[in-house]
């Protein structure tokens, strides 16, 4: 059983940053991806960064230039660093971990943390 706990999420003021944290725990798979989506009130959910076991990180279009995926497997922490915060960037992030099936990134993503809400204004 994998557990994910998100933490960071904060109220900032638009043009500044954050770091979201998410400690992972349990039997994890040799070989996997971790994500952090995100959720508007009133939108889908949706995919913002993702990191897999190898360190291949991508991103969509709203955090591009403005966010960094990271991880430290040391401490089981994955990490999302924003800047240049906007008040569209307000939702619940969540991060996620799935397995890998050779290059691929199980979807959708089997475990999920709780969230973490971020406020922008």
């Known amino acids: 059983h994998v557990q994910l706990v998100e933490s960071g999420g904060a109220s900032v003021q638009a043009g500044g940053s954050l770091r979201l944290s998410c400690v992972v725990s349990?039997?994890?798979?040799?070989?996997?991806?971790m994500g952090w989506f995100r959720q508007a009130p009133g939108k889908e959910r949706e995919g913002v960064a993702s990191?897999?076991?190898?360190?291949?990180?991508t991103y969509a279009q709203p955090l591009v230039g403005r966010g960094s995926v990271s991880r430290d497997n040391a401490k089981n922490t994955l990490y999302l660093q924003m800047s240049s915060l906007r008040p569209d960037d307000t939702a619940i992030y969540y991060c996620?971990?799935?397995?890998?099936?050779?290059?691929?990134?199980?979807?959708?993503?089997?475990?999920w943390g709780q969230g973490t809400q971020v406020t922008v204004s």
């Open positions: 996620a971990l799935t397995p890998m099936e050779g290059s691929t990134c199980v979807r959708p993503y089997k475990f």
């Open positions: 349990g039997n994890t798979y040799s070989t996997h991806c």
């Open positions: 990191i897999n076991s190898a360190g291949g990180s």
